[in-house]
């Protein structure tokens, strides 16, 4: 039953609506936030090193803040931003569809 509600396009285009309306609204205000998202649909560029990846856990926290919050980019479908990973702050810019994002955290 979830499923059926999860996977369908109306859902979808709602949660993705309400997930744009609400980083768009944090953004205006300059607030600083975090988001929790399934890493599974998301892409990196340059790919995250094995090491890196694998580390991950499927549904990932992703703070943003300071250089990361300035590189915050959002259209109707995908989230983007520049980050650093492990030990070596490995830079890659994340694209994460919106609707991958459950959670919106303000500090």
Partial sequence: MIKDIIENEEYKDLVESQ????ILFLLEKNQE????AN??????NPELPSVIKNQMH???LFILSNYTYTTIQID???MSFEAG???ENF???VK???HAIFQIVVD
């Fill in 19 to 22: 997930i744009k309306e609400n």
């Fill in 33 to 36: 936030f975090s988001i929790t």
């Fill in 39 to 44: 890493i599974e649909p998301i892409t990196f």
């Fill in 58 to 60: 499927k549904f990932s």
């Fill in 76 to 78: 109707d479908e995908f």
């Fill in 85 to 87: 990973f492990g030990n």
């Fill in 91 to 93: 830079g890659s810019v």
């Fill in 96 to 98: 994460i569809p919106l």
